[in-house]
């Protein structure tokens, strides 16, 4: 897993492009110094190699009526089902994460759903997915902090 | 919390930038057989109205040396200090997850860490903070699904 | 689930019937300086409204042989027995509530039993439903609040 | 804890009251073919010896905008604290029921809330009480069952 | 469950057999001041309303090579499989004590064992009776208090 | 820990007094074709050695009031209390067996009461006791087993 | 379970070979003041009485690519399996110990394992075996002491 | 964490020492048709880089005296004490070895004693150390798996 080696100016071009990806090539070129062709060149390198996989709109979930989080423990009957409920889990779109972790889970996911009704609707289409054994269901009173960029900045700034 | 209404022009611009927020608007608009400038008032429009809260960059932390995330669930002594807790924990970028949670923890936190060791560190600097009591960690073995585009486009697809 | 809109007379009406459910018509009609007619037509509305499910009487279940109460919670072999199950308790007229949770338990149940071993045969007859892979029971030893009253005050003080 | 002996004659009028607290007495005599004097005095006696303690309406908390059910466990420092907490429970009107269970909670409540955000302030109340140490939330994702009638019939019916 | 009335007289005669099952009749009744035969009838009296179930010698374990103690919790498929169960367990020698429990465990044992081998043959014979799910084993370190009597003598001295 | 070697004679002397402690030693002498002088010392010998610690009654407590068996996990704050807690156990004779534990507990108890209400009395009276951080409560539905003679037959016929 | 008897010179030449078991008997012999021919009588009388099973390196595991340890707890179906299971386990290398264990688990193991991913790939093959019920892991963030030295001086020591 | 780099020679030395560390360096000279000069090089290398740490006797600690092994969780008051911690668990030596785990443990312990009494002595030791909260104990029945020869063969083959 050899590391791809970011320079000081991948650098500065992915902490302007973490807080707004947006951000059209030109501006970032002026204010780096270097030209846009430049910026082109680096940002294609980076996505060639997968440390840039894509870009995401962040949005307002409450404002679309999804206000409900819930995180469900899933613990299946053999984990060599493990493959298979993956693919069944990740068939429904409300399951926005999913780990295969250590400790009392065997699969962990994070739920977005409209409201407590909805979220019942969720939690018993994982549970009734063949190997599915239990699920325990954690729900979040408040999504208290959502943000990769911190982590980003601390990751460049670190290298 | 009254829901921004969107029509079916919104619903088909998000559902464009959503897999790439780069997408030129003059692209956008002639899919959708509309003239650019109302892209971009219909997109400003949906800023404005707080539903689009920005966009962000996907990037592979693997590849920039960031294999490791655990989740960690955390007892405080006492709920009166969960929002002191919760500014200490804003202080430490490698969690990029926070909840205020139901069940057995009061915090629940998503962790992204170079390896073991980090993550040790990162788990002692969430213990020392005054008025939490006690830490569990879960460790993610494989992040299956990180995918919140489904739910997205699936949000577009009920409206 | 858009609410039923309540006035002011309503909410009064309401006020005085949670105390006592047999208040004679006129007497609210006096206290309010209304027609029993206008109190007649407003709580027939609340009733079709599906506002006022209907009255029960207030008994004390110790004096008539029932001091027991425990929590009892169930775990499903799948939830997709869940409306099966729930049918199966339904006929045991012990429990008298259940409802479908999150975390650790599908299904939590209210039982009031006459004593301990009234008790152990309730839990048998939860245990012994197709469907029902195991029981927890938790006992009280003191039912120290019932008390829907206070709520019913505070949710028309509120409106 | 001497019972109080209903006889067939008490145990008739309880079925009728049961099914609806405002049947007037002379309904409930004529059915019975005893005089509404009667029903009356029967009904004062099953007062006075405390067996009723009132009435009360069913009302659909949900049309009431109260769509939300946790139940709590609390957790208290030292039980010498428990009548002392009970009282401030009981200062909540969010909180229906209250128990004194064994097992691994010394406090155990039924909340009723309006949603997600308000059932986070009361269980914030709650864990604000001097002597609760903590508290652990299981969300209701549907009331099945909620009632009593099943339960007096089958007193009545066994006595 | 009517409670068989015991007087003062069997109070004390109770209370002297139970610190010495052997104390012969004639030292009760001269330290009473009654009649031997008047003993004799008593103890009669009491073994035949089953009060008195028998008499046991309390021997010390350890000095017979037994000084492993365990508790048991046991885990059935389905309680309808209890008296089974409890059947077999019967067969069990080292299990002194069972009992038919609310919370975790269907049913929870007191076993006594010579040491660590033996013990865990003793649970292995559990784990294999059919209907046992699962059992989960506590080890006593020291027994504390095993001791009867002053129950015995509270008993009494309450009546 | 030298074991007392017992011979076979002693074996048959055991097996007859732990059916009824009370059987004279004449019928025990007759029985075995040996003298009533020798079934003498060799009772006092075992005495002596501390192999007979006494003899009990075998009581029937639900006839005497005490129908109610819970067992009580205790938490103590730090382990050097463990003395000074066990003493003060040791004075609540509702407590017939303690044990200091591996596993959560620290102190494990089994409690004999008259019902629910006093064993919630006896819980909050372990609860109060300085050094107790919690308790936990399992209750028996139901005493299948208490029988020590099946392991003392068994350890006799063994050596 | 005779213990075999060690003398003052057995122990002391433990006690240099526990320090390094390469030490040659020459040098033992030097320091204390017997012949080498001695030491070797002793050694070997040791090994054949099964006292010393054989010597092992001790590597840096982490220098070798093995920084990851994980403490795995097994359930099996039913501990009829405990055997095969344990047979099955002994197949893989990275499991370095496994005790048949009291408490929740049946079966708790130490794995030693490249990373993350590898851990995966071991607790799946552990998972896998026939009879395995579930696994639960908790993973070592340092392994602080890993000595036997000072267990085998303290032993010498006592004796 | 760059690996030293062992070439096949290593390899075949390390496989031979592993077996028995009082190999004559001759023999495995004679072996692998080297000189004993090159083995004694090479080892003196592996040990120059850590790799290899040192040897330990394989004793059999049941003919020793010590046939109870018991695995420790211990909870602290707050991580900020763990180093004090381990260094006072340090100075007890019948804890062989000790991990900073994620989990509900702070730190997870193997402790070697004598019997069950000594096992209780010692689990009182680490309960008594400042800073440490709580302690949970779980039991080997059998330890049936002790053995890293397995993983070191594994991984020199896989190098």
């Known amino acids: 897993m050899a590391k791809f080696k970011l320079d000081e100016v991948d650098h500065q071009i992915l902490d302007m492009l973490i807080e707004n990806t947006r951000t059209p090539f030109t501006d970032i070129a002026k204010k780096l110094l270097i030209s846009a062709g430049t910026v082109h060149v680096r940002v294609k390198k980076m996505e060639e190699a997968g440390i840039i996989e894509g870009s995401s709109l962040t949005l307002d979930y409450r404002k679309l009526g999804y206000s409900f989080i819930a995180y469900v423990g899933i613990y299946l009957q053999n984990t060599s089902q493990t493959k298979f409920v993956l693919q069944r ?3 429904i779109p ?38 599915v054994y239990r699920t325990e269901t954690m729900i979040s009173l408040e999504e208290s902090i959502n943000d990769k960029k911190r982590l980003m900045h601390s990751i460049f700034q670190d290298m």
């Open 94 to 131: 409300y399951v926005t994460v999913a780990h295969i972790t250590t400790g009392k889970f065997n699969i962990f996911c994070k739920v977005r759903a409209k409201d407590t009704n909805h979220a019942k609707e969720i939690i018993f289409m994982l549970d009734d997915i063949d190997g």
């Open 89 to 91: 889990i990740n068939e």
